[in-house]
């Protein structure tokens, strides 16, 4: 069963990759002034994350 509060899309990623993805979209909530839309941007985290994995460490 999925986590509750989760987009079932970023269940598909694990770990730092999940983690790295979650930051990028905390700090994108944070910056823009606009409407954002949440699935939109848990979207575009989360193929990127799958394409590219975590970020390298010591960067």
Not at 9 to 15: A, K, Q
């Amino acid at each position: 069963m999925a986590p509750s509060g989760l987009q079932p899309s970023l269940i598909r990623l694990e770990g730092e990759t999940q983690r790295a993805a979650l930051a990028y979209i905390h700090e994108e909530l944070m910056l823009h002034s606009r409407r954002v839309y949440l699935k939109e941007l848990v979207d575009e985290a989360v193929n990127y994350y799958l394409q590219h994995g975590p970020p390298a460490k010591g960067k």
